[in-house]
C-alpha cells in the first residue's frame, strides 16, 4: 500500500490539492481504476486530518484533470438502475453480501467476503467483513452486530435471494433455512426477497457494496480480519457515514441521528452481545457446557440434537449465547479452575424451559393481533418491566386458564388506551369486564345472583387497582357494545 509522502502531511497555503500530486500520480499509476473518493479518503486517513482544505468536488476536478494530463484512463463498468422511492423513517433497510479478492502482506491473494446492511431512509451503512464464505450463523451474528451498532432494528428487511437465507422460494411461500428461520421467531421483522435481476429492489444495498468494495477495501492488504475491520467502521465513520450521500444530497450521519428514534429496541434476550469468536460448543445432554474443564449450566430444555452456542467471555463473567439466533441462555461468574459445575441448579430450574422467547411468542399467539395492539403492548412491557418481563409474560399466559380469551383482548385495548403496561392492570381489567358481562347476562331478572370470580378475586378488589376505576373508565364504551 502506497504511503503518502511526509512533505504532503501539513497544508501549504495556496498550493491546495497540488502538494498531493505525486500521491495522486502514484496511486492513479499503480490503481487505474480507483475512484477519486477513494484517494480523497486516503489522503485524510494518511494525514489524520478530518477536513481537507478543499471539498471533495474540486478535489475530483483536479484528480480527473491529472488523468486527462497524463493519459491515465479510468476503465468503465456499466450497470442499469432505476430511481426507489424513499420510504419513512425506520421503516426498511436493505442487505447483501459480496466478496473481494485482496493481496496479503505476504504477497499472496485472498478473498474477503462482505456483508451491508444500509438503511434506507438515512443510508447510514454498516459492513461486516470475514474471510470465509458465509454461513447461516454468520449471517445472524452479522443481524446481531448491524442493529447493535444501529442501536435498533427497522420494520423491514430487503434481501437478495440466497442460500444462507432461503432454502426455497416456493412460489411465494419462502421456505427459510432453519437457523434464519429461528432467527426471524425471535426478532419478528418482515422479510422482502427481491427476485433475481431486481435492481428497483435492491438497487441501494448493491451501491452500498459497491461502495465498500470499491471506497474502503480495494487496493488494501487483507491481513488481520479485525484489524481490516476496525478500519472499516473508522472508514464508515469519517467517509462512508460522513459524506454528503450522492443522490438524497445529505449526509447519513446526521440523517441517522433523527431516524435511530424511530428504531425498534432491541432487547438482551433477542440480541445477546455479539461474539467474534468463531468456535461454537456443544450443548450436552445434561443441559451443560463444557468450557475450559469446567461445566457450566444452562437452562433445563435448552438441549436439543445439534444444540451450539457461544461462550463471551467479558470481564469476570461467561456470557452463553445461541449460535443461531444470539438468543441469551444464561450468564455465569467465570472459574479459573478445573473440573467445576458452576451455576445455581435452583435458579436455572426457575420456569426456564421455554426461553423468553418461546413465551412471549406463546403470548402473542393467544391474544392474537388485537386490531395491531398486541405487539406494540408487549414492547412497553418490555421496556417498563424489563427486570421482570418472564414473569409478566408469567402472569399474562396464565390469564388464558382463568378468563375467555375475547375478555382479555379487550382488557388489552383498554391498558393501551390508558397506558397501564402491566400484567396486573390486564388482571384487573379482566377482572372487571367479566363482571360487567356476567351483568349484562343476568340484567332480565335475577338481581341476587351471586357472581362467582375466581377465589382472588373475591370479597375486595383485585390486588392492582381498584374496579371502580375501569368502570369509570370503561363503562360508557363496554355497556353499549
Known sequence: MCLLPQQTVHSVAGKKQTIYKEFILHCLRKYPDMSSA???????????????????????NYVKALRDEYDIPKPETTRQYEAVEDLPMGEQAQVDMGEILLETPSGKRKKAYGFGMVLSHSRYKYILWQTRPWTTADFVQAHIKAFAYFGGRPKQIVYDQDK??????????????????NYLDATGFD??????????????IETVIKYAKHGYAEHRFLDDIEDFNRGCIAWLERTGNAEEHGTTKKIPAEVFAIEKEYLIPVSEYSFAKPSDDSITYQVR????????????RVPKGTYKKGKRVYMVVEGEMVSIIDAQTGVLY????LCRGKGELVGDKTRSCRDKSRTILELEAEVISLLGECDGKTEPYLTKLHVKKQRYYRDQLGVIRNLFDEWDPSLIRKALSYCTEQELYSAGELSSATAYLSLLEIEKQDKSGAANKVVHLPEKYRGGSPPVRDLSAYEEAMGRRTVNE
Not at 444462507?164 to 428461520?181: K, M, P, R, W
Not at 422479510?191 to 441501494?204: I, N, T, Y
Not at 445432554?285 to 457450566?296: A, H, I
Open 330 to 333: 444464561a450468564k455465569h461468574p
Open 164 to 181: 444462507v437465507l432461503a432454502v426455497s422460494e416456493n412460489h411465494g411461500d419462502i421456505i427459510y433455512t432453519e437457523g434464519f428461520q
Open 38 to 60: 477513494q484517494i480523497y479518503d486516503w489522503v485524510k486517513e494518511r494525514t489524520g486530518m478530518i477536513i481537507l482544505p478543499f471539498r471533495q468536488r474540486s478535489f475530483r
Open 191 to 204: 422479510v422482502f426477497l427481491c427476485h433475481g435481476a431486481d435492481p428497483e429492489s435492491k438497487g441501494r
Open 285 to 296: 445432554k445434561d443441559n451443560v457446557v463444557l468450557y475450559k474443564s469446567n461445566r457450566y
